[in-house]
């Protein structure tokens, strides 16, 4: 299909480039055109034999237009445990809570509950995940049936998946479809033994990859790996040769200088997940001494278990807000960091380098966000509004590889949110009489 946005604001998240009103013009999975509307004439000169005839003309009314959302962090298939395992301690709840309805999953479970989360994350802006869960295929299947763009990473721990299974689901996932890709990747040093994390890194040199992880996420995460090694986990597994090819950890709370410097020296990515670790009260990430040193963060919800919303507005108040409160300065961590740390950098850490800004060429991963809402009124700074009073209800419309997947609270992903919440709560239903 080719789709013409006309009367819009656009905000392409282009280094530098200030939102302007005009036009964005898709065809098949791409973006042909962004510009103002004075600049059209000059396409067609540049492009003498293009004859566009539209299959839909939408009318923004001069809502704006920007790059979706990339939840750079989460469990999609936990939308099961939301709301049954809250008010505890990270240990306790993992441990206790978690861990045993776990084990009762299936993977058609999983699929079916990776597409209630698809439902979230379409009708709050979010055009690509970078999910760690348990059945990568039916996980894959699931964002390829409903149109979501995944990104998996390998959840390897002592007693689920395997080194094997990463590998094989590697050089299975990647290039299977439009909607797929894999990286390497293990749940976290604690869950895992030193001779499994080795496995992992003679992956990562095998295929000359990335490395993502839980990582430093509570102070007694960090101090049992101090115990075990004299190292902090960033440093433990940096000497395993983990992060040779780069890489990133997810939360990254506790960390001193010597962990930064080697986050900076391996060209890593720190994705922070501030509602879960305000809600697991593990602590607030030294997201302003990132961002000095240089090092890319992008941000995540982290599941829908820990959360217990997957709503990349709340995170991003968060990460502004709660880096403030900790640095006791109202004026670190700006509003345009964290937007970009939403949208760009969550590209980069996820390695979707074409769906990072809106550009021709790019996928046209696109959201329309509505302005006129009170809590966008009077329009002062667009930016700074969507990241310090936005919602998820400013999302009008949300198109994922040229497609558009939800637009005004209808969803188009190949199944009634109704089929969903009665599938999910079968599943329920099974798993309560199961234990």
């Known amino acids: 299909m080719r789709i013409k946005f006309y009367n819009a604001r656009i905000l392409t998240m282009r280094e530098g480039q200030e ?33 566009l005839v539209f299959d839909r003309e939408i009318d923004c009314k001069g809502n704006l237009l920007m790059p979706g959302f990339k939840n750079a962090h989460t469990h999609s298939a936990m939308t099961l445990l939301r709301s049954r395992a809250d008010d505890l301690p990270l240990a306790d709840w993992l441990n206790n809570a978690i861990f045993p309805v776990e084990a009762k999953l299936t993977a058609e ?52 998946q395997s080194p094997e299974l990463v590998e094989e689901m590697y050089n299975k996932l990647n290039g299977k479809d439009e909607y797929n890709s894999y990286i390497l990747g293990f749940h976290a040093e604690y869950t895992c033994t030193k001779e499994l994390l080795q496995k992992i890194a ?6 000359k990859a990335p490395v993502f992880t839980h990582i430093s996420e509570t102070a007694h995460e960090v101090a049992e790996c ?4 004299n190292m902090s986990p960033v440093e433990f597994l940096d000497s395993l040769g983990m992060f040779d090819y780069g890489g990133g950890g997810y939360h990254l709370v506790h960390t001193d200088e010597k962990d930064m410097d080697i986050l900076k020296k391996r060209g890593m990515f720190v994705v922070t997940n501030p509602g879960s670790n305000t809600k697991l009260a593990s602590g607030i990430a030294p997201i302003n001494d990132y961002l000095k040193k240089g090092i890319p963060v992008a941000i995540g919800t982290d599941g829908p278990a820990s959360n217990n919303a997957l709503s990349m507005f709340r995170e991003m108040f968060l990460v502004t807000g709660l880096g403030k409160l900790r640095e006791n300065d109202a004026a670190c961590i700006d509003a345009m960091d964290v937007l970009k740390m939403a949208t760009v950098n969550g590209a980069h850490a996820m ?45 009008i419309l949300t198109m994922i590889g040229g497609i558009i997947r939800y637009e005004k609270d209808e969803y188009n992903i190949g199944v009634s949110p109704e089929e969903i919440y009665r599938k999910a709560s079968e599943i329920k239903a099974r798993i309560d009489k199961e234990l």
């Open 202 to 207: 003679e992956l990562a040199h095998k295929y």
């Open 19 to 51: 939102i302007f009103e005009g036009e964005l013009w898709t065809s098949g999975d791409r973006i042909i055109y962004c510009d103002t509307t004075d600049q059209i004439e000059e396409y067609y000169k540049e492009n003498p034999g293009a004859m």
């Open 351 to 395: 390695g979707l380098n074409d769906a990072d800004v809106l550009d021709a060429g790019k996928l046209a991963d696109i959201i329309m966000l509505d302005l006129n809402k009170p809590n966008m009124q009077p329009i002062n700074n667009i930016c700074k509004n969507i990241v310090y009073s936005g919602s998820d209800s400013n999302v």
């Open 226 to 229: 101090r115990e075990r090694y």
């Open 109 to 160: 479970d999983i699929y079916y509950l990776t597409k209630l989360a698809v439902l979230e994350y379409v009708s709050g802006g979010v055009t690509s995940i970078f999910d760690m869960y348990l059945t990568p295929e039916s996980i894959a299947d699931a964002c390829r049936d409903t149109g979501m763009r995944c990104v998996q990473v390998g959840a390897v721990n002592n007693f689920s």
